[in-house]
Protein backbone atom coordinates (compact mmCIF):
# COMPACT_ATOMS: atom_id res chain seq x y z
CA UNK A 1 0.00 0.00 0.00
CA UNK A 2 1.76 3.12 -0.84
CA UNK A 3 1.97 6.18 1.68
CA UNK A 4 2.52 9.73 1.26
CA UNK A 5 4.51 10.91 4.08
CA UNK A 6 3.84 14.82 5.92
CA UNK A 7 7.32 16.62 6.62
CA UNK A 8 6.75 19.85 8.57
CA UNK A 9 9.26 22.47 7.11
CA UNK A 10 10.68 24.86 9.80
CA UNK A 11 12.46 28.29 9.13
CA UNK A 12 12.06 32.32 9.69
CA UNK A 13 10.03 32.84 6.62
CA UNK A 14 10.53 36.44 5.06
CA UNK A 15 14.35 36.18 4.60
CA UNK A 16 14.46 31.99 3.48
CA UNK A 17 11.00 32.73 1.45
CA UNK A 18 13.00 31.01 -2.48
CA UNK A 19 14.92 28.35 0.17
CA UNK A 20 11.20 27.22 1.21
CA UNK A 21 10.19 27.10 -2.10
CA UNK A 22 12.50 25.05 -3.02
CA UNK A 23 11.82 22.45 -0.05
CA UNK A 24 8.20 22.70 -0.98
CA UNK A 25 9.15 21.49 -4.45
CA UNK A 26 11.62 18.62 -3.74
CA UNK A 27 9.14 17.26 -1.06
CA UNK A 28 6.57 17.31 -3.75
CA UNK A 29 8.88 15.23 -5.87
CA UNK A 30 9.32 12.48 -3.30
CA UNK A 31 5.79 12.55 -3.42
CA UNK A 32 5.79 14.02 0.47
CA UNK A 33 3.26 16.07 2.10
CA UNK A 34 4.61 19.37 2.92
CA UNK A 35 3.48 21.08 6.07
CA UNK A 36 4.99 24.82 7.91
CA UNK A 37 4.49 27.82 9.47
CA UNK A 38 3.45 29.77 6.61
CA UNK A 39 -0.35 27.93 6.96
CA UNK A 40 -0.83 29.76 9.93
CA UNK A 41 -0.52 33.48 11.33
CA UNK A 42 2.46 32.84 14.13
CA UNK A 43 1.84 35.21 16.57
CA UNK A 44 -1.31 33.87 17.79
CA UNK A 45 -2.03 31.36 20.93
CA UNK A 46 -4.21 29.59 19.58
CA UNK A 47 -2.70 28.87 16.35
CA UNK A 48 0.11 27.79 18.20
CA UNK A 49 -2.01 25.36 19.48
CA UNK A 50 -3.01 24.57 16.29
CA UNK A 51 0.83 24.58 14.55
CA UNK A 52 1.40 21.65 17.56
CA UNK A 53 -1.42 19.05 16.05
CA UNK A 54 0.51 19.82 13.11
CA UNK A 55 3.74 18.54 14.21
CA UNK A 56 2.26 15.80 16.03
CA UNK A 57 0.27 14.55 12.61
CA UNK A 58 3.73 14.66 10.74
CA UNK A 59 6.53 11.85 9.92
CA UNK A 60 9.06 13.60 9.89
CA UNK A 61 10.77 17.08 10.56
CA UNK A 62 12.98 19.36 8.31
CA UNK A 63 14.15 22.87 10.29
CA UNK A 64 16.15 25.22 7.68
CA UNK A 65 18.74 27.94 9.76
CA UNK A 66 20.80 30.96 7.65
CA UNK A 67 21.31 34.33 9.05
CA UNK A 68 17.96 35.34 11.12
CA UNK A 69 16.93 33.83 14.30
CA UNK A 70 13.70 34.86 13.45
CA UNK A 71 10.68 36.62 15.63
CA UNK A 72 9.80 36.10 19.31
CA UNK A 73 7.59 34.22 21.09
CA UNK A 74 6.04 35.23 24.39
CA UNK A 75 9.17 33.23 26.35
CA UNK A 76 12.12 35.44 23.62
CA UNK A 77 12.30 32.32 22.14
CA UNK A 78 11.72 32.57 18.40
CA UNK A 79 8.73 30.64 17.12
CA UNK A 80 10.93 28.17 14.88
CA UNK A 81 13.06 27.14 17.87
CA UNK A 82 9.72 26.53 19.74
CA UNK A 83 8.98 24.38 16.76
CA UNK A 84 12.18 22.81 17.03
CA UNK A 85 11.82 21.83 20.57
CA UNK A 86 8.12 20.72 20.67
CA UNK A 87 9.19 18.15 17.14
CA UNK A 88 12.27 17.03 19.24
CA UNK A 89 9.84 16.55 22.88
CA UNK A 90 7.71 14.57 20.38
CA UNK A 91 10.50 12.23 19.29
CA UNK A 92 9.93 12.98 15.40
CA UNK A 93 12.47 11.94 13.42
CA UNK A 94 14.34 15.83 13.03
CA UNK A 95 16.97 16.95 10.56
CA UNK A 96 18.30 20.35 10.28
CA UNK A 97 19.64 22.15 7.26
CA UNK A 98 22.74 25.07 8.30
CA UNK A 99 23.74 27.60 5.87
CA UNK A 100 27.39 26.98 5.10
CA UNK A 101 28.97 30.38 5.01
CA UNK A 102 26.00 32.40 7.13
CA UNK A 103 29.08 35.55 6.85
CA UNK A 104 28.30 35.63 2.64
CA UNK A 105 24.77 36.81 3.15
CA UNK A 106 23.04 40.15 2.81
CA UNK A 107 23.05 42.16 5.71
CA UNK A 108 18.69 42.28 5.37
CA UNK A 109 18.96 38.59 5.85
CA UNK A 110 20.87 38.42 9.32
CA UNK A 111 20.37 39.50 12.65
CA UNK A 112 21.29 43.27 13.53
CA UNK A 113 22.07 43.00 16.99
CA UNK A 114 24.49 41.30 19.28
CA UNK A 115 21.42 39.43 21.11
CA UNK A 116 19.81 38.41 18.41
CA UNK A 117 23.22 37.12 16.85
CA UNK A 118 23.67 35.61 20.45
CA UNK A 119 20.15 33.59 20.32
CA UNK A 120 21.65 32.44 16.33
CA UNK A 121 24.34 30.93 17.11
CA UNK A 122 22.83 29.16 20.38
CA UNK A 123 20.31 27.85 18.58
CA UNK A 124 21.85 26.48 15.75
CA UNK A 125 24.99 24.99 17.84
CA UNK A 126 21.66 22.82 19.55
CA UNK A 127 20.92 22.10 15.86
CA UNK A 128 24.55 20.70 15.35
CA UNK A 129 24.04 18.33 18.21
CA UNK A 130 21.78 16.47 16.13
CA UNK A 131 21.59 15.03 12.43
CA UNK A 132 22.85 18.18 10.30
CA UNK A 133 23.53 19.61 6.85
CA UNK A 134 24.79 22.12 4.82
CA UNK A 135 24.19 24.59 2.10
CA UNK A 136 25.00 27.62 0.19
CA UNK A 137 22.52 28.28 -2.93
CA UNK A 138 18.73 27.63 -3.13
CA UNK A 139 19.51 24.56 -5.60
CA UNK A 140 21.86 22.97 -3.55
CA UNK A 141 19.70 23.15 -0.42
CA UNK A 142 16.70 21.45 -2.28
CA UNK A 143 18.86 18.49 -3.34
CA UNK A 144 20.44 18.11 -0.11
CA UNK A 145 16.87 17.72 1.19
CA UNK A 146 15.75 15.17 -0.97
CA UNK A 147 19.16 12.91 -0.18
CA UNK A 148 18.72 13.46 3.40
CA UNK A 149 14.65 12.84 3.38
CA UNK A 150 15.32 9.98 1.63
CA UNK A 151 18.04 8.43 3.66
CA UNK A 152 16.19 9.61 6.91
CA UNK A 153 12.71 7.40 5.49
CA UNK A 154 15.61 4.25 5.08
CA UNK A 155 16.18 5.07 8.80
CA UNK A 156 12.67 6.05 10.75
CA UNK A 157 9.88 4.61 8.49
CA UNK A 158 7.27 6.69 9.13
CA UNK A 159 3.39 5.91 9.28
CA UNK A 160 2.56 8.05 6.30
CA UNK A 161 -0.87 8.74 4.91
CA UNK A 162 -2.59 6.35 2.50
CA UNK A 163 -5.85 7.25 0.18
CA UNK A 164 -8.89 6.40 2.41
CA UNK A 165 -10.27 4.44 -0.28
CA UNK A 166 -7.36 1.71 0.38
CA UNK A 167 -8.13 1.69 3.93
CA UNK A 168 -9.90 -1.26 4.99
CA UNK A 169 -13.43 -0.80 6.24
CA UNK A 170 -14.20 -1.10 10.21
CA UNK A 171 -16.02 -4.57 9.10
CA UNK A 172 -13.22 -5.54 7.23
CA UNK A 173 -10.53 -4.65 10.09
CA UNK A 174 -12.73 -6.50 12.54
CA UNK A 175 -12.81 -9.74 10.53
CA UNK A 176 -8.86 -9.07 10.25
CA UNK A 177 -8.38 -9.46 13.96
CA UNK A 178 -10.58 -12.16 14.64
CA UNK A 179 -8.38 -14.26 11.64
CA UNK A 180 -5.16 -13.10 13.40
CA UNK A 181 -6.85 -14.15 16.92
CA UNK A 182 -7.72 -17.55 15.53
CA UNK A 183 -4.37 -17.87 14.44
CA UNK A 184 -2.60 -16.99 16.84
CA UNK A 185 -4.59 -19.47 19.33
CA UNK A 186 -3.77 -22.31 16.25
CA UNK A 187 -0.34 -21.39 16.55
CA UNK A 188 -0.69 -21.78 20.50
CA UNK A 189 -2.15 -25.29 19.82
CA UNK A 190 0.30 -26.37 17.01
CA UNK A 191 3.43 -25.24 19.76
CA UNK A 192 1.91 -27.45 22.58
CA UNK A 193 1.04 -30.40 20.29
CA UNK A 194 4.88 -30.32 19.24
CA UNK A 195 5.78 -30.50 23.17
CA UNK A 196 3.50 -33.52 23.45
CA UNK A 197 4.65 -36.89 22.34
CA UNK A 198 2.73 -38.19 19.27
CA UNK A 199 -0.23 -40.55 19.50
CA UNK A 200 0.58 -44.39 19.07
CA UNK A 201 3.76 -44.05 20.92
CA UNK A 202 2.59 -45.13 24.07
CA UNK A 203 2.96 -48.61 22.72
CA UNK A 204 6.75 -48.44 21.98
CA UNK A 205 9.67 -49.20 24.59
CA UNK A 206 10.26 -45.81 26.23
CA UNK A 207 11.23 -44.07 29.14
CA UNK A 208 12.66 -46.76 32.23
CA UNK A 209 11.87 -49.56 29.95
CA UNK A 210 15.57 -51.08 29.24
CA UNK A 211 17.38 -52.19 25.97
CA UNK A 212 20.00 -54.90 26.10
CA UNK A 213 23.66 -53.84 24.47
CA UNK A 214 26.20 -56.31 23.60
CA UNK A 215 29.70 -55.00 23.77
CA UNK A 216 32.90 -56.75 22.84
CA UNK A 217 36.44 -55.28 24.18
CA UNK A 218 40.13 -56.27 23.99
CA UNK A 219 43.04 -55.57 26.57
CA UNK A 220 46.66 -55.88 26.78
CA UNK A 221 48.99 -56.56 29.53
CA UNK A 222 52.37 -57.22 28.43
CA UNK A 223 52.62 -59.11 25.34
CA UNK A 224 49.44 -60.91 26.70
CA UNK A 225 45.90 -59.87 24.90
CA UNK A 226 42.37 -60.67 26.40
CA UNK A 227 39.00 -60.45 24.62
CA UNK A 228 36.10 -59.50 27.02
CA UNK A 229 32.37 -59.49 25.95
CA UNK A 230 29.36 -58.89 27.77
CA UNK A 231 26.09 -56.69 28.03
CA UNK A 232 24.51 -53.28 29.67
CA UNK A 233 21.11 -52.80 29.81
CA UNK A 234 20.14 -48.54 29.93
CA UNK A 235 17.26 -47.55 29.92
CA UNK A 236 15.77 -45.43 26.67
CA UNK A 237 15.46 -42.54 29.27
CA UNK A 238 19.22 -43.17 30.13
CA UNK A 239 20.15 -43.77 26.17
CA UNK A 240 18.34 -40.51 25.35
CA UNK A 241 20.01 -38.24 28.33
CA UNK A 242 23.66 -39.53 27.17
CA UNK A 243 22.63 -38.56 23.20
CA UNK A 244 20.90 -35.54 23.50
CA UNK A 245 22.75 -33.07 24.47
CA UNK A 246 24.64 -33.73 21.05
CA UNK A 247 21.79 -32.93 18.81
CA UNK A 248 20.76 -29.17 20.52
CA UNK A 249 22.11 -28.22 17.14
CA UNK A 250 22.75 -31.38 14.95
CA UNK A 251 24.44 -34.49 14.60
CA UNK A 252 26.04 -37.10 12.23
CA UNK A 253 25.69 -40.76 12.64
CA UNK A 254 29.52 -41.25 13.67
CA UNK A 255 29.17 -38.53 16.31
CA UNK A 256 26.02 -40.15 17.73
CA UNK A 257 27.47 -43.37 17.47
CA UNK A 258 30.99 -42.23 19.57
CA UNK A 259 28.47 -40.55 21.65
CA UNK A 260 26.77 -44.21 22.87
CA UNK A 261 30.22 -46.08 22.54
CA UNK A 262 32.02 -43.39 24.97
CA UNK A 263 29.17 -43.73 27.41
CA UNK A 264 28.98 -47.86 27.10
CA UNK A 265 32.76 -48.06 27.39
CA UNK A 266 32.52 -45.93 30.46
CA UNK A 267 29.91 -48.41 31.99
CA UNK A 268 31.12 -51.50 30.62
CA UNK A 269 34.81 -50.96 32.01
CA UNK A 270 33.58 -50.26 35.45
CA UNK A 271 31.64 -53.37 35.72
CA UNK A 272 34.66 -55.74 34.07
CA UNK A 273 37.29 -54.44 36.81
CA UNK A 274 35.00 -54.83 39.46
CA UNK A 275 34.76 -58.64 38.17
CA UNK A 276 38.34 -59.52 37.58
CA UNK A 277 42.12 -58.14 38.46
CA UNK A 278 42.69 -56.10 36.01
CA UNK A 279 46.00 -54.55 36.91
CA UNK A 280 48.36 -53.83 34.46
CA UNK A 281 46.27 -54.21 31.62
CA UNK A 282 45.19 -51.79 28.96
CA UNK A 283 42.51 -51.40 27.04
CA UNK A 284 42.97 -51.99 23.19
CA UNK A 285 39.82 -51.74 21.63
CA UNK A 286 36.17 -51.60 22.58
CA UNK A 287 32.91 -51.96 20.39
CA UNK A 288 29.40 -52.03 19.91
CA UNK A 289 26.86 -53.58 17.67
CA UNK A 290 26.35 -50.84 14.65
CA UNK A 291 22.93 -52.81 14.05
CA UNK A 292 22.10 -52.02 17.81
CA UNK A 293 23.00 -48.28 17.14
CA UNK A 294 20.65 -48.42 14.08
CA UNK A 295 17.83 -49.64 16.37
CA UNK A 296 18.27 -46.95 19.01
CA UNK A 297 18.31 -43.98 16.50
CA UNK A 298 15.10 -45.88 14.88
CA UNK A 299 13.69 -46.19 18.24
CA UNK A 300 14.54 -42.46 19.00
CA UNK A 301 12.94 -41.02 15.79
CA UNK A 302 9.67 -43.05 16.40
CA UNK A 303 9.13 -41.62 19.76
CA UNK A 304 9.20 -38.39 18.61
CA UNK A 305 12.73 -36.89 19.93
CA UNK A 306 14.90 -36.62 17.12
CA UNK A 307 14.22 -35.83 13.73
CA UNK A 308 16.45 -35.62 10.62
CA UNK A 309 17.77 -31.97 10.08
CA UNK A 310 16.55 -30.63 6.54
CA UNK A 311 19.76 -27.57 6.76
CA UNK A 312 21.14 -27.34 3.45
CA UNK A 313 24.34 -28.51 2.94
CA UNK A 314 27.15 -28.76 0.19
CA UNK A 315 26.48 -31.65 -2.37
CA UNK A 316 29.80 -33.22 -0.83
CA UNK A 317 28.88 -33.64 2.60
CA UNK A 318 26.84 -36.88 2.13
CA UNK A 319 26.48 -37.52 6.48
CA UNK A 320 23.22 -37.86 7.82
CA UNK A 321 22.60 -35.50 10.51
CA UNK A 322 19.93 -35.41 13.36
CA UNK A 323 18.49 -32.87 15.64
CA UNK A 324 16.13 -32.78 18.24
CA UNK A 325 12.43 -32.33 17.96
CA UNK A 326 11.04 -29.69 20.08
CA UNK A 327 9.64 -32.59 21.70
CA UNK A 328 12.68 -33.96 22.36
CA UNK A 329 14.28 -30.61 23.19
CA UNK A 330 11.57 -30.62 26.09
CA UNK A 331 12.48 -34.19 26.97
CA UNK A 332 16.20 -33.78 27.68
CA UNK A 333 15.69 -30.41 29.66
CA UNK A 334 13.63 -32.61 32.03
CA UNK A 335 16.06 -35.54 32.35
CA UNK A 336 19.51 -33.15 32.48
CA UNK A 337 17.94 -29.71 34.02
CA UNK A 338 19.36 -29.49 37.79
CA UNK A 339 16.52 -28.84 39.80
CA UNK A 340 16.35 -26.53 42.58
CA UNK A 341 17.70 -27.83 46.03
CA UNK A 342 14.39 -27.49 48.27
CA UNK A 343 14.74 -25.27 51.54
CA UNK A 344 15.74 -27.24 54.58
CA UNK A 345 14.89 -25.56 57.96
Request: glycine content about 6%.
Amino acid sequence: MQKKFQVFVSSTYEDLLEERQEIMQALLELDCIPAGMELFPAADEDQWSLIRGVIDECDYYVVVSAGRYGSLGPEGVSYTEMEYRYAVEKGKPVIAFLHKDPDSLPKKRTESSKAGQKRLADFQASLQARMCKYWTTTQELGSVVSRSLTMLQRKHPGVGWVRADLVPSQEASLEILELRKQVDSLQAKLEEARTQAPPGTERLAQGEDTFKLHWQACTRNGLEYFDWSGSEEPTWNDIFYTLSPAMIQEATDAELFKELRDSLEQHALGSLVEENDLRGHKLEKFSISSDAFQTIKVQLRALGLITKSTKTRSVKDKNAYWTLTPYGDSIMNQLRAIPREKDTE
